[in-house]
């Protein structure tokens, strides 16, 4: 385990240099601190904790001015005490490095004081820390030094937001980026991430706002709903246009699915400068997002529009070609692909499973499948009719599709029922409320028993009541059915969208790539498949960072990784280490991302603002779109609302850093 | 619900702001960036700190965007608490371009009065970053105003008065660190944004970075040359604006002392731009009745005010065939000025140089327009604002508050009535254009002068008006600061206006309140009241109160113009208007090295 050698944490001074009793930080797993890259011991670090050295030799001083300089750069230069108390402290730090002139040192110490107890955001709270810990603990450490060019430095400004995204997009900035009037910059931003930015701006999960510290205040902004605003103003409105990009690389990547995974992947690897084909077995280009998301709540044009970006920028889709059904891998790489990205996704839906279950039934339905047709008949202008009472069953996000895309469909009544409690249901909470807004009865602690068939049609769905057990020692509460609760819900259509899983053609034995026993193709960090030069990511992977189906920004952050790794195996022949992603991981491993210390909510409130719906009774027969996009005014206000937790991780190691500094 | 504020127990309302908290029970804490008027609290300049003890321990909090809680014991005193307040003002000196002798604000500037008010004593760091602060742009390339950066200390208010009363949000933030500035989108420069140059933002701005292009030394060049006849001429509501810059009671009308000084300073004659009101009501309300009885574009928007011309052009172009083609006040005095005048007074035509004191910032622009020039020659010659002139005025020894008022006497173009003075306020030219287009339709004159539904200070006012027999009642409406204008004028657009004439001025309260009046530290347009009702009862006490009864007006058509709409009018007094929308757009890879994050 790395040792500690001295450091300040949390205002409290470590020194075990010449102490007979080895003292750490509580709570802070020193395990994750052993190597930052393979035998690349980490030597310091410090964030806004403070600092901790675990290597004697290295140089505080030059450590903190590195650190510092970060924290300079990342000032955003709004507030008074960080734009300039960082210029005056760095400057303070270069002069001491040199060591040619007496530091005043004080003068250093009551700048960077002030940084910390007046600034407006995190950089500056936060950012002087652990220089402050030296200055106060460790002043006779601050020696200078010459430059150490055998050691590797990685910093990283990050918050809890850009933590919680699997995108690791940089989410205070591009708001920031609204609120001082650049939508351009703003979806710019999202960009260099991946091209679907008002898709995700309408559908995402939105993980981050589940971690925004403005909840300590009055309510999470509301990031999703902004980042479809600058979308909307930058991307849809064509202040920003996609151009060929100049493909100065022979070799061509094969990319398999023309899904958001699979478009972000050959859009990365496009601006890297390599030639793209990608292989869609249906005749349009989308995936999940095309044939899975109901129009009304992602209009197909704005999702057409931004696959329109990788066509531009020189792509190529070619359709109605299906892996395991017209190619194979070997088949690629015979036509010349120097490398191959699988971005198959889970495109088949699954049944319930119930005992003697008939999936011939017409009106016996997995939500996959409902959802295609659904989006069929809209886009033919002519919607599908259920005739006589819907049941969905499931509590996720599709069942909130499937009953929210049937209510608007059918001519009688939609139920949902779930057999856990509402808590627990895995659907966003906005889409169950809008589903109650538009009619869906819920039936939840409420399980699936049989189908019952008469007449070789479907009457109704045999269910029981459920009730949750006692909580297990991790304090989960499970189900278990009530006896003697069964009863018959009488309906004509049932719809399963209860899970989906990967095509099972899609790979055979001679592909020689390694699935798991749910044929999820086994990847490691790098998204690497066990067969060389082939990669994967998305629903159709199982990997560290998701098994199976996942999130639309989980599969495109992990195309963004892939597409990197992509390039440095047809550059180098191997893929690399990522230093971001390391960080994060660092992050997680050693608990280090704590919520905010200092008390946010005496902050003056300014209540969220709330999205503009098209009226319950408009929009239950309608697909138009039920979320309008913010007025500028309302999005300056949101913006204005963001309290920029910023934080400076920095990582000082024994060696260089491959692919870093 | 109780608080303390240096060892004494207050009340304090449910989610105010220690900073609300203190002011209400009279205790100051220095500030910079908050600006009350318009409820902005960006919260950057970070000086209104004070300390807080509450059970969560002892912390220093800025008391703009904190709320003040049960039994919080607030220290606005100490000295940890005076010392960071210092420190942080000299912080934001540090990186403040510092030429204070040579600045547009000089002895009118907030920071100075906050680093007096926070002891400041010594400048540590005014040398260290001084680099930093030259870097940073000066942008002259707008006629009217100048954007130096050098001097800004990111406030934010400029930006906040363009959206939330202009609703024209054309300033933005660029840059981060020490180059942080207020930027103008994605346009090249100022001259080509979506600024329409209003100059409300010099209004709010504590510093000079935001000020209006000095063109007093052009002025004292024409005064000095011996080939230059000046011509000078002013505002209506100049009158009772100019007093504001010498210590006058807000709204004291100085009509004669202004005519006195400009005498004093050398001005070969003196005019009114009232009179040029007056004209413009005979042009502009023929035209009304002539869209009216011919089927024209109605409703029709008056065009007397330059920002929102420039708004029209530059934000909703779709607008423009609804827009009167007379020119403003200001655009038809200078051809009168230039070819009338000099006929009337045996002058040298070629000689002459109009020089115009406005409270306007964009009609220095207007002035620029190619539009309002004769072969090349300009009408207008020179501009000044209310805040430039004074400052000419301190320049040459004037001493306003002693000088004896003169009349004017020019016996062409100096006559006024009340209706062209009532132009100087929202609802003005309305008024002035019902009073002479109900005489020119009825022969008799409206009954009750004072059209009381057109008057006050709401953003938007409509009434309805019975014109007589012939067009019977109309809807007018009323309206000021352009995010008012945008909604009527999108409502026009979309077809479903009900009205025939609607005013619009581009400053809140229309001239009174441009651009280009006196700036007053931490207030907003705080006399307007008082200064619309001094030219309500300039109107009152005036003895003709419609243009069309000025005799000069009556002189000019008979011998000169020969009737309102005329195709001499037309040639003269007249102007078009051009779609000048942009539509930004970059490829997303030349936009992306503009971003500026660390990561």
């Known amino acids: 385990m790395a040792k500690l050698v001295y450091g300040v944490f949390d205002d409290v001074p470590y020194d075990n240099r010449d102490s007979t009793s080895y003292q750490t930080p509580p709570e802070i797993d020193l395990e994750a601190f052993n190597y930052f890259n393979k035998d690349n011991p980490i030597a310091l670090f410090c964030n806004e904790r403070g600092f901790l050295v675990f290597d004697a030799e290295v ?117 920031d980026y609204i609120k001082d009037g650049h939508t351009d910059l703003s979806a710019n931003l999202v960009l260099r991430h991946y091209p679907l930015v008002g898709s995700c701006g309408r559908v995402c999960v939105r993980t981050c706002e589940q971690a925004c510290q403005r909840a300590h205040v009055d309510a999470p902004i509301s990031i999703r709903n902004l980042k479809r605003f600058a979308a909307d103003q930058a991307i849809a409105a064509h202040v920003l246009k996609p151009e060929p990009v100049k493909l100065e690389h022979e070799q061509r990547v094969a990319i398999v699915g023309a899904g958001p995974v699979g478009i972000a992947c050959s859009y990365h690897l496009l601006s890297l400068g390599y030639p793209c084909d990608i292989f869609e077995a249906k005749a349009q280009a989308g995936g999940m997002i095309r044939y899975g998301i109901p129009i009304y709540r992602l209009p197909k044009d704005t999702l057409q529009e931004e696959i329109n970006i990788v066509l531009q920028m020189g792509g190529k889709i070619i359709f109605n070609q299906c892996l395991g059904r017209d190619f194979h891998i070997d088949d690629l790489f015979k036509q010349g692909y120097a490398a191959v990205f699988l971005a198959c996704g889970c495109p088949q839906g699954s049944y319930l499973g119930m005992p003697d279950e008939d999936t011939s039934l017409a009106t016996y339905e997995n939500g996959i499948e409902f959802l295609e047709r659904v989006y069929a008949g809209v886009e033919a202008k002519n919607p599908p009719v259920l005739d006589g009472d819907v049941v969905v069953v499931g509590g996720g996000n599709v069942a909130m599709d499937c009953c929210r895309a049937a209510v608007r469909i059918a001519k009688g009544t ?143 952050g992990q195309a963004y990784f892939a597409a990197r790794s992509i390039e440095r195996y047809l550059r180098q022949g191997e893929v690399s280490f990522d230093s971001r992603w390391r960080m994060t991981d660092l992050i997680n491993q050693g608990h280090l991302m704590q919520p905010d210390k200092e008390p946010v909510n005496l902050k003056v409130k300014a209540p969220r603002v709330p999205v503009r719906e098209l009226p319950a009774a408009d929009r239950c027969h309608s697909f138009a779109e039920v979320e309008q996009t913010m007025t500028p005014e309302e999005a300056w206000s949101e913006a204005a609302r963001c309290l920029r937790c910023y934080r400076i991780y920095s990582v000082v190691t024994a060696k260089h850093i491959p692919g870093g500094e | 619900m109780k608080a303390f504020l240096n060892k004494r127990e207050y009340d304090f309302q449910d989610g105010e702001s220690i ?338 004191i406005m409270p306007c910032v964009a009609k220095k622009d207007e002035a620029a327009r190619p539009q309002l ?145 006196s700036r007053f530290k931490g207030s907003y347009h705080a006399a307007k009241q008082r200064k619309q009702q001094s030219l309500y009862d300039l109107d009152h006490n005036m003895h003709y109160r419609q243009s069309h009864n000025n005799p000069q007006i009556k002189l000019l058509y008979e011998e000169f113009l020969t009737a309102p709409n005329s195709e001499k009018a037309h040639h003269l007094l007249h102007t078009y208007y051009r779609d000048r929308q942009e539509w930004p757009s970059q490829s997303i890879e030349e936009n992306k090295r503009k971003l500026t994050l660390v990561e």
Not at chain 1, 111 to 129: F, R, W
Not at chain 1, 432 to 443: L, N, R, S, T, Y
Not at chain 2, 239 to 255: C, I, K, M, Q, T
Not at chain 2, 391 to 417: C, H, K, Q, W, Y
């Open chain 2, 19 to 356: 900073l609300e908290f203190a002011r209400r029970h009279g205790v100051f804490i220095p500030s910079l960036c908050q600006f009350k008027p318009l409820e902005h609290r960006p919260a950057t300049c970070r000086v209104c700190l004070v300390s807080v003890t509450d059970a969560a321990g002892t912390r220093m909090v800025t008391a703009c965007d904190t709320r003040v809680t049960q039994d919080m014991y607030i220290d606005t005193i100490s000295k940890e608490v005076r010392d960071r307040q210092r420190l942080q003002v000299e912080l934001i000196l540090a990186d403040h371009h510092q030429d204070c002798a040579a600045c547009a604000r000089h002895g009118d500037c907030e920071l100075q009065d906050l680093s007096e008010a926070v002891g400041l004593s010594r400048n540590r760091f005014a040398q260290v970053l001084a680099g930093a602060a030259a870097k940073r742009l000066c942008d002259t390339s707008a006629t009217s105003m100048l954007r130096d950066m050098t001097k800004c200390i990111r406030c934010l208010r400029c930006v906040e008065v363009c959206r939330k009363i202009q609703g024209v949000a054309a300033l933005t933030v660029d840059g981060r660190g020490l180059g942080t500035v207020i930027g103008v989108g994605m346009a090249p420069d100022h001259n080509t944004s979506a600024c329409i140059q209003c100059g409300q933002c010099t209004l709010v701005c504590p510093t000079g970075a935001l000020a209006e292009r000095d063109q007093n030394d052009q002025v004292l060049d024409y005064l000095a040359s011996p080939d230059v006849i000046t011509v000078f001429s002013f505002a209506p509501s100049v009158r009772v604006l100019l007093g504001d810059e010498f210590g006058f009671p807000a709204g004291s009308n100085v009509e004669g002392k202004i005519v006195a000084a400009l005498r004093a300073i050398g001005a070969d004659v003196v005019i009114d731009t009232d009179f040029a009101a007056d004209v413009v009501i005979m042009e502009e309300g023929t035209e009304l009745l002539n869209r009216v009885r011919e089927g024209g574009k109605l409703p029709m928007f008056t065009s007397c005010c330059p920002g929102w011309i420039n708004f029209a052009e530059k934000h909703i172009p779709g607008i423009l065939p609804y827009l009167s083609t007379t020119r403003s006040p200001q655009g038809v005095l200078g051809p009168l000025a230039k070819t009338y005048l000099p006929l009337r007074m045996g002058l040298d035509a070629k000689k002459i140089r109009n020089i115009s």
């Open chain 1, 59 to 175: 140089s505080l001083l030059l450590s903190l001015q590195k650190h510092f300089e970060k924290v300079a750069a990342g000032s955003c230069g709004k507030c008074s005490p960080c734009r300039t108390g960082s210029a005056l402290v760095l400057r303070l730090l270069n002069q001491a490095v040199l060591g040619k002139t007496a530091v005043d040192w004080e003068l250093m110490q009551e700048i960077a004081t002030q940084m910390v107890k007046t600034s407006l955001c995190g950089v500056g709270k936060t950012g002087p820390i652990p220089l402050l810990g030296a200055l106060k603990y460790f002043r006779k450490e601050l020696q200078p030094t010459p430059p150490d060019l055998k050691r590797g430095f990685f910093s990283t400004m990050t918050s809890p937001c850009i933590e919680a995204c699997p995108g690791l997009v940089n989410i205070p900035r591009y708001i």
């Open chain 2, 373 to 517: 020039a004769r072969d090349g020659v300009p009408d207008i010659d020179v501009v000044l604002t209310v805040r430039e002139f004074s400052r000419l005025l301190r320049r040459l020894g004037v001493d306003l508050v002693n000088i004896a008022p003169e009349p004017f006497d020019n016996p062409f173009m100096s006559a006024s009535t009340g209706a062209a003075v009532i132009f100087g306020t929202t609802g003005g030219v309305m008024e002035a254009a019902v009073r002479t287009v109900y005489a020119l339709l009825n022969g008799q004159e409206l009954q009750g002068i004072v059209a009381a539904p057109l008057r006050g200070l709401e953003g938007v006012r409509t009434a309805e008006l019975d014109l007589g027999p012939e067009v019977g009642p109309v809807k007018l409406a009323i309206c000021h600061g352009l995010r008012n204008a945008k909604i009527l004028a999108e409502e026009v657009l979309a077809g479903t206006s009900p009205y025939t004439f609607i005013e619009v001025m581009a400053c809140p309260g229309g001239c009174i309140d441009g651009g280009g009046t």
């Open chain 1, 414 to 556: 939609v139920h949902v029922i779930y057999r856990r409690t509402e808590a627990d249901a895995p659907a966003d909470k906005e889409e169950i409320a809008a589903a109650k807004e538009e009619g869906v009865q819920f039936h939840f602690l409420c399980g699936q028993d049989s189908l019952v068939v008469e007449n070789g049609k479907i009457v109704g769905l045999k269910v029981q009541d459920m009730e949750q057990t006692d909580p297990d020692a991790s304090g989960r509460r499970g189900v278990r059915p009530i006896a003697n609760s069964s009863k018959i819900l009488p309906c004509q259509h049932v719809i399963a969208a209860i899970g989906q899983r990967t095509d099972p053609k899609m790979l055979c034995a001679a592909d020689k790539i390694e699935v798991n026993r749910k044929n999820c193709v086994v990847v490691n960090a790098a998204q690497e498949t066990s067969r060389p030069g082939v990669f994967a990511a998305g629903d159709c992977t199982a990997g560290p960072r998701a098994q199976g189906p996942t999130t639309l920004i989980m599969g495109m």
